[in-house]
């Protein structure tokens, strides 16, 4: 078979860079290694986490804040079996989407795996062995958990992401390592349930990644539910004794730590996933940290292939793998499309939930820039008190001269939600003060946004 397009992976950048060639009149391919449809986000990332994520904030809702809101139920029990049916379920109905979409679409699927055996022909190694011929191909095979090399990986008491999301008991005590993203959801998922959770990170912060000021503010809010932190300690073994894991580490003095538990969760980072992909048949170059070297137009070094989402660089990030598929469907088609990488938001769906756009004062700092600061506390907000989510601030960073907006930091309810009207704030380069002028409607959760606007423009909120 003869094709125009060829997509290797159908995670959040290959089915949408698919749809996006198939809207666009291309006769279109994607090849699948899995017998699912979505790739990490639907099976083993944003979808099950979330799921589990809330049913996980249901089940501490009702052990902690149902009795002051006046309802009153026997203990609650959690029922860890079915919450993971749940969330398979979930995938389920997720993924099946895609294989509908597919077909809308008139998509051809292969299930196998996808390798080159020139910059035109792939070949799938599936239940058959098939080769198809692409004028054009999309590499968008994402990511697999990364390791350390004194990490033995027996993805039963010391795992991955992808165990975490379908474990048979509720730990009693899990050992986290690295506190990024994965790091808090998952640790949250079982503090929730009443696992003791220890968080072992390299950094001084958690979430490092983000504004400082979050990651200090989430510290506080998941010691309250069981987390205990070693910040800026490094992990230097991992030891599985029958169901015991022992996690040793140095702090910055170079004294040790001992941590015993009975689950080790790793989460230090993803790496980009190529094996097998036959890319040197191709002639497809990769950079240092083994990922798909691309241009600005998302175009490897040989002239018909392309490269999108976890595999290349960028936040690994299932919306930015979505942009960056439709960016390069476009451009097959001859149009000019553009993504704003400075404005692709970031989330972590804890309780608060944090949600970021734009730089984080570290950055500001680093770059010189003259800047000020607004802030607005959520137990200032007459909604956050009525729905007692009264944990966490916004805080907005804006030019000292100028007053645009260069960055939001959310934490708190609804965070993840409220980023996008930050996001659209910032593409249309709004100042602190177009934003704090604009009415918002009471009471909500966006009037703690426009107090903090109004604190950065002004130096003055009006409710605290
Ligand atoms: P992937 O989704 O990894 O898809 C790649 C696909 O390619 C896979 O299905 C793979 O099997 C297939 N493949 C690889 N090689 C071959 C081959 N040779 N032949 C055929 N098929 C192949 N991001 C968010 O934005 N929000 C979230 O809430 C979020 N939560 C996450 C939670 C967890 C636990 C994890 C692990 C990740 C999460 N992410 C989240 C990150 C998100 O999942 C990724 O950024 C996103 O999936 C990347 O999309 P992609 O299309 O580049 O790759
Ligand atoms: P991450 O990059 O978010 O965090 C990894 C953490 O591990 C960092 O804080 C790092 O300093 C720390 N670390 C690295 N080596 C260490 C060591 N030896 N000892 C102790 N700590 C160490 O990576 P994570 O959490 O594994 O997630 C992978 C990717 O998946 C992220 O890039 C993220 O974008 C994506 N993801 C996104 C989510 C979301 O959008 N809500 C949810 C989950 C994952």
Known sequence: MKYQVTIIGSGPGGYVAAIRCAQLGMKTAI??????????????????????????????????????????????????????????????????????????????????????????????DGKKKETITAENVIIATGSKPANLPFIKLDKERIITSTEALALKEIPKHMIVIGGGVIGVELGSVYARLGAKVSVVEFLDNLIPNMDTTMGKELKKSLSGIGFEHYLGHKVTAVDRRGKNVTVTAENKKGENVELKGDYCLVSIGRRPYTDKLGLDKAGVQVDDKGRVEVDAHLRTNVPNVYAIGDVVKGAMLAHKAEEEGVLVAEQLA?????????????????????????????????????????????????????????????????????????????????????????????????????????????PTYMEAVKEACLDAAEGRAIHS
């Open 31 to 124: 090849i699948e290694k899995y017998n699912t449809l979505g790739g990490t986000c639907l099976n083993v990332g944003c979808i099950p986490s979330k799921a589990l994520l809330d049913s996980t904030h249901h089940f501490h809702d009702a052990e902690h804040t149902f009795k002051e809101h006046g309802i009153d139920i026997p203990k609650p029990k959690a029922n860890l079996t079915q919450m993971i049916a749940r969330k398979a379920d979930v995938v389920k109905q997720n993924t099946a989407g895609i294989d509908y979409l597919m077909k809308k679409n008139k998509i051809d699927v292969f299930h196998g795996m996808g390798s080159f055996l020139d910059s035109t022909t792939i070949q799938i």
């Open 334 to 442: 001859g149009q000019k499309p553009h993504i704003n990488y400075d404005l692709i938001p970031g989330v972590v769906y804890t309780w608060p939930e944090v949600a970021s756009v734009g730089s984080t004062e570290e950055q500001l700092k680093k770059q010189d820039r003259a800047y000020k600061v607004g802030k607005f506390p959520f137990k200032a907000l007459g909604r956050a008190r009525a729905s007692m989510d009264t944990e966490g601030l916004v805080k907005i960073l804006a030019d000292k001269q100028t007053d645009e907006i260069l960055g939001i930091h959310i934490i708190g309810a609804r965070a993840a939600d409220m980023i996008a009207a930050g996001v659209t704030a910032m593409e249309y380069r709004a100042s602190a003060e177009d934003v704090s002028r604009i009415s918002h409607a009471h």
